[in-house]
């Protein structure tokens, strides 16, 4: 039995759930109990805080965990990254008073920050040579500079709408962030297996993302200009039709020039273009 340990709430929380799902890995979400076993795989699911995780992946509480990237260089933990999952994208940024005049980094020189990345802000200031004073706060940096407990901020980014909320303004980017698969490097083998079989089911989810499953009919006097249109995986599958001078076309076409391909399709004659989003794609 393989254990994961996932954040019990948020964006981050919401994400991996559906990543379960689209592996179709059975489990629970019930926010009241802490430990859950997949119904229908050699699974169970450990929900702790987000800034357990590391360190409970490293200590072998559990096996692997699901943190946003962030939380995983601040915690410096020894445990490997098993995979970058792509979702849960955001940023740490510096940020300050919208009525302030920033001329550079510089400003920060002898400055107050709030944060809760004490170690990465710490890391981010020794490179670029400024010495400030860093304030430590566990939840709502955002109202720091407000309150007159800081002069700027680190701290998570994704819309920027808190900042704006809080009449302050990005200013520097110090890391960007997403979710990540973390392991524990002293995982036995037959956990190392069980693993591999539910990374092969999150290839499987990744590969038919943004994808479309199309189907068309074509003429056959213009098959092979279609052909050289289409970027499919390797090459289309073609089907005879009743009428002979027709034929079945099948594909996948990624959704970023899906409407530019279509269109061409359509400008070379292609009827009946039947399109059907891809739940998993095995390659």
Same mark, same amino acid.
């Given at each position: 039995?393989?254990?994961?340990?996932?954040?019990?709430?948020?964006?981050?929380? /919401?994400?991996?759930?559906?990543?379960?799902?689209?592996?179709?890995?059975?489990?629970?979400?019930?926010?009241?109990?802490?430990?859950?076993?997949?119904?229908?795989?050699?699974?169970?699911?450990?929900?702790?805080?987000?800034?357990?995780?590391?360190?409970?992946?490293?200590?072998?509480?559990?096996?692997?965990?699901?943190?946003? /990237?962030?939380?995983?260089? /601040?915690?410096?933990?020894?445990?490997?990254?098993?995979?970058?999952?792509?979702?849960?994208?955001?940023?740490?940024?510096?940020?300050?008073?919208?009525?302030?005049?920033?001329?550079?980094?510089?400003?920060?020189?002898?400055?107050?920050?709030?944060?809760?990345?004490?170690?990465?802000?710490?890391?981010?200031?020794?490179?670029?040579?400024?010495?400030?004073?860093?304030?430590?706060?566990?939840?709502?940096?955002?109202?720091?500079?407000?309150?007159?407990?800081?002069?700027?901020?680190?701290?998570?980014?994704?819309?920027?709408?808190?900042?704006?909320?809080?009449?302050?303004?990005?200013?520097?980017?110090?890391?960007?962030?997403?979710?990540?698969?973390?392991?524990?490097?002293?995982?036995?083998?037959?956990?190392?297996?069980?693993?591999?079989?539910?990374?092969?089911?999150?290839?499987?989810?990744?590969?038919?993302?943004?994808?479309?499953?199309?189907?068309?009919?074509?003429?056959?006097?213009?098959?092979?200009?279609?052909?050289?249109?289409?970027?499919?995986?390797?090459?289309?599958?073609?089907?005879?039709?009743?009428?002979?001078?027709?034929?079945?076309?099948?594909?996948?076409?990624?959704?970023?020039?899906?409407?530019?391909?279509?269109?061409?399709?359509?400008?070379?004659?292609?009827?009946?273009?039947?399109?059907?989003?891809?739940?998993?794609?095995?390659?």
């Amino acid at each position: 039995m393989l254990r994961i340990a996932v954040q019990s709430k948020g964006r981050l929380f /919401e994400d991996t759930m559906n990543l379960l799902a689209e592996a179709d890995i059975k489990v629970s979400a019930s926010k009241r109990t802490l430990l859950v076993q997949s119904s229908n795989f050699p699974l169970e699911v450990l929900y702790l805080r987000d800034d357990d995780i590391p360190q409970s992946v490293a200590g072998g509480v559990a096996d692997i965990g699901v943190v946003g /990237e962030n939380e995983y260089v /601040e915690r410096h933990e020894d445990a490997d990254v098993v995979q970058r999952l792509g979702f849960s994208k955001c940023r740490l940024s510096l940020a300050i008073p919208k009525s302030v005049d920033y001329p550079g980094i510089e400003w920060f020189n002898g400055k107050k920050i709030a944060t809760s990345y004490p170690f990465i802000l710490r890391k981010f200031l020794e490179e670029k040579g400024i010495v400030a004073d860093i304030h430590v706060i566990t939840g709502s940096v955002e109202i720091s500079p407000g309150i007159g407990l800081a002069d700027g901020i680190l701290d998570i980014v994704s819309s920027g709408s808190t900042l704006i909320s809080n009449n302050l303004r990005e200013v520097e980017v110090v890391m960007k962030s997403e979710a990540l698969l973390i392991g524990n490097r002293q995982m036995s083998q037959e956990k190392r297996e069980i693993l591999q079989q539910m990374l092969f089911r999150f290839e499987a989810v990744r590969q038919a993302e943004d994808k479309k499953y199309v189907r068309m009919n074509a003429p056959k006097a213009k098959l092979q200009d279609i052909i050289e249109v289409l970027p499919g995986l390797k090459s289309p599958t073609i089907i005879p039709l009743a009428d002979d001078d027709w034929c079945s076309v099948h594909t996948v076409l990624d959704q970023k020039r899906f409407w530019e391909i279509i269109g061409k399709l359509k400008e070379l004659g292609a009827q009946g273009i039947l399109v059907t989003p891809i739940e998993k794609m095995i390659l």
